[in-house]
């Protein structure tokens, strides 16, 4: 059997090494249909690793090569996402919960990942963060607090003060957009950039940006700058 079996890959551009990982969910029937897709020529489609609903983790490319999962996007100051990451498909429809094994195998996946190539917390992102016009993957069921309890991914932390009651002003909501640019999130209009952050981390929120929204956005520049904002 082959250890990779997709053929959708190819070199790393520039010798560039994997310093980010994108999550992404399949938005297909079952695993074994997306293995199908991801291993096909004609669909130029690919992901480092599928993870099954069951729990199955398979390596489908070479770490070590360029999967073509990411498409077109930007985080911080990397455009060309697919040259610079690791891509994980999730085997889910895209409005299932995730189950706890598929999960639990996520995080094991994830820990030996981030330890292979040194990739910090902050650097594991969703498919919906690197292309808010594009792409809603893993969307709004998925788990990204537990992901960071776990030391697998990052968290926003706001005060008690903050809360969905308090004062529009201070400069906070005029201040948003800076600070999830700050954090990573590529240059896209309003409606979309407070679409993707709250898919990430308020996916219950609605309406207007508001100070909480803000505030999350002000934790995350502060902690968690990127690239060349540090």
Not at 31 to 46: G, M, Q, T
Not at 114 to 131: E, K
Not at 139 to 166: I, K, N, Q, Y
Not at 206 to 214: K, M
Request: proline letters at 8%.
């Amino acid at each position: 059997m082959n250890r990779y079996p997709s053929p959708n890959c190819g070199e790393r551009r520039g010798g560039a090494r994997p310093d980010l990982i994108v999550i992404h969910y399949t938005a297909m029937p079952t695993a074994a249909a997306a293995r199908v897709r991801l291993c096909d020529p004609a669909h130029e489609v690919s992901a480092h690793w599928l993870i099954s609903e069951q729990g199955g983790a398979e390596p489908l490319v070479d770490e070590a090569l360029r999967a073509w999962h990411a498409g077109a996007g930007q985080w911080g100051d990397v455009t060309d996402v697919n040259s610079r990451s690791i891509g994980i498909e999730l085997a889910n429809s895209g409005s299932a919960p995730f189950p706890e094994v598929q999960m639990a195998t996520l995080e094991r996946v994830l820990g030996d990942v981030m330890g292979r190539w040194a990739i910090a917390p902050a650097r594991v992102i969703g498919h919906s963060d690197m292309a808010p016009a594009r792409k809603s993957d893993p969307g709004p069921r998925f788990d990204w607090r537990r992901l960071a309890r776990a030391g697998l991914s990052v968290w926003p932390e706001v005060g008690p003060e903050v809360g969905p009651d308090a004062t529009r002003s201070g400069g906070r909501l005029v201040a948003f957009r800076d600070h999830a640019r700050r954090f990573g999130y590529p240059d896209v209009d309003d409606g979309l950039l407070l679409q993707a952050f709250r898919l990430r981390f308020r996916p219950w929120a609605e309406g207007p940006l508001d100070v909480v929204d803000a505030a999350l956005a002000e934790d995350l520049a502060r902690r968690f700058p990127v690239d060349g904002f540090a």
